[in-house]
């Protein structure tokens, strides 16, 4: 399997860790307005960070190739 990018391997990490973190959250039972705004905040940072994820991968390990590759 080929080496990856660090950009790509940050964003995934970060875009995981948000996730976890928001699930764990609302399964400790943090809800109110407080919360829900830190609960947005944290997703949205997950979000834009996965959203980067698929564009490093697509640009350091794929080239913007759609094509199905062989390793």
């Known amino acids: 399997m080929p080496e990856s990018h660090p950009v790509t391997l940050i964003t995934v990490r970060v875009a995981l860790a948000c996730y976890a973190i928001v699930v764990a959250m609302m399964l400790a039972g943090c809800h109110g307005e407080k919360w829900r705004q ?34």
């Open 38 to 71: 830190v609960l947005r905040a944290v997703w949205s940072i997950g979000c834009l960070a996965f959203v980067f994820h698929v564009i490093a991968a697509f640009h350091f390990s794929h080239h913007w190739s759609q094509r199905c590759h062989r390793f």
